[in-house]
C-alpha cells in the first residue's frame, strides 16, 4: 500500500515507518536541584543568622522582622526555668479587675414588702406612659430603689420621672429647657405660630407650645427637614439649644428629626 508525502511523492507505508523512525527526536533537560542545593536553600530562609544576601524575597522579609523584633524586645531579667513572674502577672491583674469578680447587686424590689412593691409598679406603670420611650421595668427598678433608701412614695416618684425626663431620647416639657444639662434635647409639642425669616438660610422659624410652655424654634435650611404646619403636633429630635432675647430657643440642624406622633414618621408617608 502507498501513501503520499507532503511534496507529492508516493511511498511504501514500510518507507513511511523508516522515516518515521529515523526522525531525531529533540529532548529537553529537566533541571531539578540537586539535594545539597535543596538543603542549602532551606539554610538560607530559615536559619536565623542567614545573610539576607541571596535570599528569596520573603526570606529577606521574615530576616528583617526577626531582626527588628530582636531590637525591639527587651532583654527579660528573669530568665530561671522556675520563673513564677506569669504567675505574678496573673495576681496583679486580677486585682486590679476586681470589679469583674464582684456579684451583681441585689434587686431592690426583693426588699420591699407586697403592699410597697404593688404601689411601685402602680406608680411605675403611669411614669411609663408619660414617657413613651421609657420601660415599666425600668421605671419600678428606679423607684424601688429610692424607696428601699427610705424615700417616701411620692417625692421618689417626682425623684424618678426628673431623672427619666432629663434622660436622652425623652421628650422634656418645653418650660424646663433651661435646667437640662444637655446642649441637644428632644421637645414635642404644637406648632402655634410660624412667620417669614430674612435669613435665605433659615427655611422656618416660628413657636412651638406644650402644656408647661412656649419655646422658639429655628429650621435651618442645610437640615433638609420636612416642612411644618401650624397646627401640627411635632416631636423635635436632638435639637440643639440656643438662647433669643435671653430666653431658651433651639435649632433643628441637620442631625435632628422631625417627627409627626400622628400621623407616624414623615419619611413614612
Do not use: C
Not at 75 to 104: F, G, I, K, P
Not at 208 to 217: L, N, P
Amino acid at each position: 500500500m502507498n501513501s503520499s508525502t507532503r511534496f507529492g511523492s508516493k511511498v511504501s507505508d514500510a518507507q513511511a515507518d523508516e522515516q518515521e523512525v529515523e526522525a531525531p527526536v529533540e529532548e529537553q533537560p529537566e533541571l531539578r536541584r540537586s539535594v545539597d542545593q535543596e538543603i542549602q536553600g532551606k539554610v538560607d530562609t530559615n536559619h536565623p543568622e542567614a545573610r539576607p544576601e541571596g535570599m528569596t524575597l520573603e526570606g529577606e522579609e521574615k530576616f528583617r522582622a526577626r531582626e527588628a523584633e530582636i531590637r525591639s524586645t527587651r532583654q527579660r531579667l528573669d530568665r530561671r526555668q522556675s520563673s513564677d513572674r506569669e504567675a505574678r502577672t496573673r495576681e496583679v491583674v486580677n486585682s486590679q479587675t476586681r470589679y469583674a469578680q464582684e456579684e451583681r447587686p441585689d434587686d431592690p424590689r426583693t426588699k420591699l414588702s407586697k403592699e410597697q412593691l404593688a404601689e411601685v409598679n402602680k406608680r411605675a406603670a403611669q411614669i411609663a406612659d408619660e414617657l413613651d420611650e421609657r420601660s415599666r421595668a425600668g421605671a419600678a427598678y428606679r423607684l424601688a430603689k429610692k424607696v428601699a433608701e427610705g424615700v417616701d412614695m411620692l417625692n421618689a416618684t417626682l425623684l424618678v420621672k426628673e431623672e427619666l425626663h432629663a434622660a436622652p431620647g425623652v421628650p422634656v416639657p418645653i418650660e424646663t429647657l433651661e435646667e437640662v444639662p444637655r446642649s441637644t434635647v428632644d421637645i414635642e409639642g404644637e406648632v402655634v405660630q410660624l412667620w417669614d425669616s430674612d435669613n435665605p438660610r433659615i427655611q422656618q422659624v416660628g413657636l412651638i407650645e406644650d402644656d408647661s410652655g412656649r419655646t422658639k424654634f429655628t429650621v435651618w435650611e442645610k437640615s433638609r427637614k420636612p416642612w411644618v404646619d401650624e397646627g401640627q403636633t411635632v416631636r423635635l429630635r436632638e435639637v440643639e439649644k440656643s438662647w433669643y432675647e435671653g430666653r431658651v430657643s433651639v435649632a433643628v440642624t441637620g442631625w435632628s428629626q422631625v417627627e409627626f406622633p400622628e400621623r407616624g414618621r414623615w419619611w413614612d408617608e
